[in-house]
């Protein structure tokens, strides 16, 4: 269907609505508590807030994480860990969050990217001897070796 045809097709729709299924102003009133004055936009938004300010109040007393914070986590473990350390399941793990952040359409490479300034930033280049990062390339490898940069 055109732009054109389904603006009309639903100018049409909310024609009928309007004139035959209309409400009755005469019916029963279904509200079984009434407010005696309407609540003010800014009161009603500062009162969201303080029950935001409550909810993470009680997630600071509870030390309850958010989804945020434990992906976070699972990211510094993520890139702080050795390429020996991390076991099949993990490097499958990882390959599900790169298909997922593609299905979303996000960018493997540039969420590769993302990954090694982070590891280059909290593992100590001793620890990171032989690995790609903003200062340099790859790392040599001679024929037949295996490459086990996994970002």
Do not use: N
């Not at 005469?26 to 807030?49: F, G, H, I």
């Not at 434990?70 to 399941?89: F, H, N, Q, Y």
């Amino acid at each position: 269907m055109r732009p054109d045809e389904i603006d009309r097709t639903v100018a049409e729709i909310d024609d009928v609505r309007r004139t035959v299924f209309y409400r009755d102003p005469d019916r029963p009133d279904a509200r079984v508590l009434k407010r005696l004055d309407r609540v003010p936009p800014e009161v009603r938004r500062a009162q969201t807030r303080i029950r935001t300010a409550h909810w993470r109040s009680k997630l600071d007393r509870d030390r309850r994480p958010t989804a945020q914070q434990i992906g976070m986590s699972l990211v510094a473990a993520l890139v702080t860990a050795r390429r020996d350390e991390l076991t099949r399941t993990d490097s499958d793990l990882v390959g599900r969050m790169l298909v997922d952040l593609q299905s979303r359409g996000f960018s493997i490479e540039q969420a590769k990217s993302t990954l090694r300034r982070m590891r280059t930033r909290y593992v100590d280049p001793a620890d990171r001897a032989g690995e790609p990062d903003d200062d340099c390339g790859p790392p040599i490898r001679l024929a037949g070796e295996e490459d086990d940069a996994l970002f």
